[in-house]
């Protein structure tokens, strides 16, 4: 993350937009207390009818603290540690809190607090606002969104207009001394009828019958109504959206205190020609992102990757490049794809879907969208929150099978669709959305067999949780091949470096770039890339090492060789406890945020004896450090999916689900930690004690190799599996632990 934030010279609209979206902040606080205490039994008698809240005043004077924040923007006003926490953690120092959190605690709605700002920088002033408050004064605003239409007059009244002043719709007879007329289009699926336009004009002539200020929102392209003449009517245009709404926006919803890494947020948005075609989709989606300069990636990969063109005739497909298993099965389905096209093959003998999972970042859809390059055909896209932000079930549903009709109009294609997991499953829906969440399923599931009767159509899938996923979607038909795609290894990612550079540096220090990479995604790879390329070119200097390195952050500094000899340890205590249960591993990757390894568990029969040996694999690494260092770190805690996390699971579960613990032929349901009773509490900590010496006894008469395996991983940073072959080949393999002493 940058160590400075130095602000650019700010629009002159800005201050009195946020001004509004600060008392849109307020208003939004007060609503939420308002509808909690409607929510209580016991409300207060005069609690009854009050609605929505009053408008709050302008805010005479911003918080202190975020007032000398914004007069200081390069100020740390975190203590050291934490901010260098934060930063390796990933967050954003900048917007945290003396806490260390950085969400507000209103979550506000972004599309309303979007137009909110446009409409804001429009007027400029609150001098430009009290002028078409004047007695007579007919205004046009201009560009407004369509979707924008429903939230004109809550904006207004809310966050824009003066104290005592209230927009209400023309279609709503009231009479108040300091009311603007409101006369806004009416829509049908995102679109005015021309019915909507002749209502318009109604609402316009009874606007005009009186005296009081006529506000008319119109979309950029719809002609001036009927009786109004240009002249005679101030026409003000929302302005696009750019960066500098995104930047005011993100510090409204992503911070604390009202700033971000702006640099960083800046150098990662599109430029503002792509951001002028944003939609309220790809807007909800990135936002859902934990920071602004995340944020700011997922937009950028959403608006800067094109759709596949239709390929033209006599132009040779471009070939899947990368490396892993996931590169191969697509290459081997573009085969199978193209074999077909040639009438080499039958449809029905050629797998006809393919589910990506993985962590965010790891290349999901650009893979698929190079399987369409490569197969020279159509690739058409959507995602499960594109449905979504279509509307209520009927139009979510409609949306749905819109995407696979359009995949019929362009056979041969590639369907994909991202983020299927949030179909989720309906065995996970609670009562209230339990038919809700059948319904999109079993719409899904009409589709996707309905789509499989139909040649010429792959249907790629991408997810970060597929565990989510109803089992109905997995299953073979719906999703032929189902392949992981995780963190890329340092051969992929010198790959990926190599392929965005273009020669920029020799192989050499690509080599030492990717290893010191390790744990990146391809998005990391790639937004830095884009970003260390526009400070380049903004500053007119060449891109050189350094500047790469701090984008991709893995500046060359002085490395604690002790932190990271201690994670080497840590991860080679897994391998070889793996290795002895006869467990084939994959991979061992180590950087200084942590450790990874990837093992595949041979089948068994699900004795007690299996569970307990998971137990000292999943242990080994806090073994190997205590029998090396004498004492553990909290490496194997942490999340959901530590080590010890998995361990206590494993334990509890034998005890409460799998009828082999210490209550026999019983099933009680998966415990929950928080209520485990003081003697339950005690049997899991003496299970695990047992469970670590164990594997420490395990390890220690490979106490030397796991030394010296250690300090080699130290410097290569990552073992494939051939690797670990050799350095392994020597180890005995048994099928279970002997009764050892504590060494």
Known sequence: MNQSNHSPARPDWWKFAEDCARRYHLYYEELQQTRRKTLKEDAPDDSAGTGEPLVPPAPDRPHSLLHHLSKHPDARHLPPELWEHLEQEGADPFACDETGRWLPHTDLPADKLLLLLRISAAFGSPAAVDAQLARGAVLILRNIPVPGFSGVENILNHALLPPGWQAYDARRQVQLPQRVTLAVPSTRNGAIEQGHFDELQDLIIKGLAHSQPLWICLPDEMALPAPLVAEHCHQLTVPQVDADFLIALLRQTHSRTGRIDEAAARAAL??????????????????????????????????????????????????????????????????????WAEGGVAWNEIPHSLLLFGAPGTGKSYLARAMGRSAAVNCVETSCAEWQ????????????????????????????????????????????????????????????????????????????????????????????????????????????????????????????????????????????????????????????????????????????????????????????????????????????????????????????????????????????????????????GGGATSDLAQAARMALAMDYELGLGAIGNAWLGTPDFARLTAEERTRLQERLDHAEDVARALLYPHKHLLKEMASVLVREREFGGEAIKCWLRDVPRKNGPEQVLDQ
């Open 270 to 339: 599109p430029r503002n020609g792509q951001l002028q075609e944003l939609s309220t989709p790809a807007l909800s989606f990135a936002l859902r992102a934990p920071t602004a300069k995340k944020m700011a990636q997922r937009l950028s990969q959403a608006l800067t990757a094109p759709a596949t063109p239709e390929p033209e005739a006599g132009t040779p497909p471009r070939e899947i490049t990368g490396i892993g298993p996931s590169y191969d099965t697509a290459r081997q389905l573009v085969a199978d794809l193209r074999l």
């Open 389 to 636: 932000s279509a509307g209520h079930l009927g139009n979510l549903l409609l949306a749905m099978r819109r995407s696979f009709d359009d995949a019929r109009k362009n056979a041969p294609c590639i369907l994909f669709l991202d983020e299927i997991d949030a179909i989720g499953s309906r065995d996970s829906a609670s009562d209230n959305s339990a038919s809700y969440r059948r319904q999109v399923v079993a719409g899904f599931l009409e589709q996707m067999d309905r789509i499989s009767l139909e040649e010429g159509i792959m249907v790629v899938g991408a997810c970060n949780h597929p565990q989510h996923i109803d089992p109905a979607v997995l299953r073979a038909g719906r999703f032929d091949i189902k392949i992981e795609m995780p963190l890329p290894s340092k051969a992929m990612l010198q790959h990926l470096l190599a392929e965005r550079l273009q020669n920029t540096f020799s192989e050499d220090v690509l080599q030492q770039l990717a290893r010191d990479s390790i744990g990146k995604t391809a998005a990391d790879v790639d937004a830095a890339v884009r970003s260390a390329r526009s400070e380049a070119r903004h500053s007119g200097c060449p891109l050189d090492l350094q500047l790469l390195r701090r984008h991709l952050g893995v500046r060359e500094l002085e490395e604690n060789h002790g932190l990271l000899y201690r994670i080497c340890v840590h991860e080679c205590g897994h391998a070889i406890a793996a290795w002895i249960f006869g467990e084939a591993i994959t991979q061992v990757r180590v950087a200084a945020a942590g450790g990874t390894i990837e093992r595949d568990v041979p089948p068994n029969p699900g004795l007690a004896s299996d569970f307990d040996r998971q137990l000292y694999v999943h242990l080994a690494g806090r073994a190997a450090e205590r029998l090396i260092f004498g004492v553990v770190s909290a490496g194997a």
